[in-house]
């Protein structure tokens, strides 16, 4: 799957309420910047494993491209 890539975040009435630098919408993984560290909460609210770091988000792609 390619990343959507500095995408907004919309919440429930399509207000942007922040942005993502990488997301993997059917893998349901998100990379944000520190700048975004608002946005965790409301993403793992909604099931989202978020990533911070390019280490983490490697092992989540991975994890999930192998079944896990």
Do not use: Y
């Not at 907004?8 to 998100?30: C, H, M, Q, R, T």
């Not at 494993?49 to 988000?57: A, T």
Request: glycine share 8%.
């Amino acid at each position: 799957e390619e990343p959507q890539v500095g995408e907004d975040v919309l919440n429930a009435d399509g207000e942007v309420i922040g942005n993502a630098e990488l997301i993997f919408a059917s893998a349901k993984v998100v990379f944000l910047t520190q700048e975004a560290v608002d946005l965790q909460s409301w993403f793992e609210s909604e099931g989202w494993r978020v990533c911070f770091s390019v280490e983490e988000l490697h092992l989540a792609i991975n994890n999930e491209n192998e079944g896990a």
